[in-house]
């Protein structure tokens, strides 16, 4: 199983990107998928979830302006970012619970956002 990230790239403040993540291989069942973010020198954060049904979670300072979706038939997960701010600069990554033949956590390698005028 493999999870593929795309759709980073430079955006000024205000702006917006929508990034992608398309998972591939043998799959079952994809439950909980996800995007974390790390901005140099600090840990790893959650920004959004979203579970198979749909329903969401953000991180406060994402709330309002990102939006987390999924089609399943794709074994994708998107996040659009709009009003895009200088802090949201970061390595972006997606994450996902995948039934193979066990279910097992997968990451993606990384997309780098860098918002900056």
């Known amino acids: 199983v493999q999870l593929q990230a795309s759709g980073g790239g430079l955006v000024q403040p205000g702006g917006s990107l929508r990034l992608a993540c398309a998972a591939s291989g043998s799959i079952r069942t994809i439950y909980d998928m996800g995007w974390y973010r790390q901005a140099p020198e600090k840990e790893r954060e959650l920004v959004a979830a979203i579970t198979r049904a749909g329903t969401t979670n953000y991180r406060d300072s994402a709330k309002g302006r990102f939006t987390i979706s999924r089609d399943n038939a794709k074994n994708t997960v998107y996040l659009q970012m709009n009003s895009l701010k200088p802090e949201d600069t970061a390595v972006y990554y997606c994450?996902?619970?995948?039934?193979?033949?066990?279910?097992?956590?997968?990451w993606g390698q990384g997309t780098l956002v860098t918002v900056s005028s």
């Open positions: 994450n996902a619970k995948i039934m193979s033949w066990v279910v097992s956590e997968y």
